[in-house]
């Protein structure tokens, strides 16, 4: 008995105990979690802002490609964005009164780009990128609004998400932007040189370059531990159709941008190429925007992005290559005359194939794309100085497109793990 009423007493004592601990669990989410005031905005002083600077950043920040449908009225939005939690819709911007942003003051439009709040107080979904746009100055933030006020009002209705229960409840979004938004301005590192600072503005705030090449956690917030290492995004290929891409890392890290030059930056922002890379794909939109950067920011931006800490370098142990053999005899028949058997490439025929980001990226889909599609080159009058490279889904079986990818993963100094036939199917 005596030995029952002990065990009793522990078993009460251990109850008040969890009790106690989830009364200070829940206490410290509600802390936590708590609403916090939003700071006051402040007022348009147009004495500092201008439409004409809004209108460059407008530009550098591409605003167009994702509010303008291909073909559709600019900045009228519907644009797809296919999410993880749903499809996101990009809405109007034009001063329409009814549809657009007509209507909005200064200080919802600033609180827009802060917090992520709407006119009407609704939380925004982070695919519009306010986690990067809190950081502009809000001399920046007038200038873009007095810009997008001067553009010509569209009249088209905006299309309603279409997203996955329960992610359709805004509301939860509070929970997320405690978790993952800092609300800040961008702070200069009075250690570094101006051009570096304002690279570095131009990279994380204007650009919003992390926003597809910082990796994302199960809930969607940047894996800040990894920023700019390369992110997972969905978006069309060749034919239309979306699929998996896979955002290189732009660290000076191994397995990113290691060789590149400060000029070879400049270069491939420029003219969308250089001896490392051509642009292509959904990169097409961004090298729309960084081609119209002046001399000054693009040189700041390359200062910045060859000066960020660089990915770690992943152990050289050799990763499982099943295939790879049968990928060189794909590789010797199919690739080997433009991009040379060494995979050196040509300044008139194939890119280098050696240490290259998009091959070695940790996800192989944008790789498995390029092979699959063919490169989707921008528009003219754009222009490329190399043989152009075939699309080789209709040639080529997903084994034997598995074999060359796995081979070219695991040669020419790069270091990337296999890819099967199944993760082939996938982008097919």
């Known amino acids: 008995m005596a030995d029952r009423a002990r065990w009793k007493r522990w078993a009460q004592r251990g109850g008040i105990a969890l009790l106690a601990l989830a009364v200070v669990a829940l206490a410290g989410a509600a802390w936590i979690f708590r609403p916090l005031p939003l700071e006051g905005s402040p007022k348009l002083e147009t004495s500092a802002a ?71 107080g609704e939380h925004l979904y982070p695919a519009f990128p306010y986690t990067s746009f809190a950081q502009m100055t809000d001399q920046d933030i007038g200038s873009l609004y007095l810009h997008l006020a001067r553009t010509p009002a569209i009249a088209t209705a905006n299309r309603d998400n279409d997203m996955d229960f329960p992610f359709g409840n805004r509301g939860l979004l509070h929970f997320w932007k405690r978790l993952f938004h800092e609300p800040e301005q961008f702070q200069a590192n009075a250690s570094q040189a101006p051009e570096w600072n304002r690279g570095a503005y131009l990279v994380e705030a204007v650009a ?25 995004y969905v978006d069309q290929v060749r034919n239309g159709a979306y699929r998996r891409w896979a955002a290189v890392d732009i660290t000076p890290g191994e397995n990113g941008l290691a060789h590149w030059s400060a000029e070879d930056f400049e270069q491939y922002l420029a003219e969308g190429q250089n001896a490392h890379a051509v642009v292509h794909g959904p990169m097409n939109e961004v090298f729309a925007s960084t081609g119209l950067l002046t001399d000054e920011d693009r040189l700041a931006m390359a200062i910045y992005l060859t000066g960020v800490a660089p990915s770690s370098p992943r152990w050289r142990l050799p990763f499982p290559s099943l295939g790879a053999s ?103």
């Not at 950043?57 to 749903?86: K, M, R, W, Y």
């Not at 050696?354 to 070695?360: E, G, M, S, T």
């Open 326 to 428: 049968d990928g060189e005899i794909v590789y010797t028949v199919h690739c080997g005359t433009c991009h040379l058997p060494d995979g050196g490439g040509d300044p008139t025929l194939g890119v280098s194939l050696h240490n290259n980001p998009v091959i070695q990226a940790e996800d192989p889909s944008s790789l498995i794309n390029v092979i699959l599609y063919g490169p989707d080159l921008p528009p003219p009058p754009f222009t490329v100085g190399r043989s152009r490279m075939k699309a080789f889904g209709r040639r080529l079986s997903d084994d034997d497109i598995a074999a060359v990818a796995t081979y070219l993963r695991s040669s020419f100094g790069n270091n990337a793990s296999g890819v099967s036939a199944s993760q082939v199917a996938r982008q097919r």
């Open 50 to 120: 201008s439409a004409e600077r809004g209108e460059y950043l407008a530009q550098i920040g591409n605003c167009s490609a994702c509010h303008t449908v291909p073909g559709g009225e600019e900045l009228a939005g519907g644009v797809a964005f296919h999410t993880d939690f749903g499809t996101i819709y990009s809405t109007n911007i034009t001063p329409d009164r009814e549809n657009g942003i007509g209507n909005w003051t200064f200080s919802q439009f600033h609180r827009a780009m802060k917090h992520g709040i709407g006119d009407g």
């Open 208 to 232: 919003h370059c992390g926003a597809c090449h910082t990796p994302r956690n199960a809930l969607g917030g940047p894996d800040n531990d990894r920023h700019l290492q390369g992110g997972i």
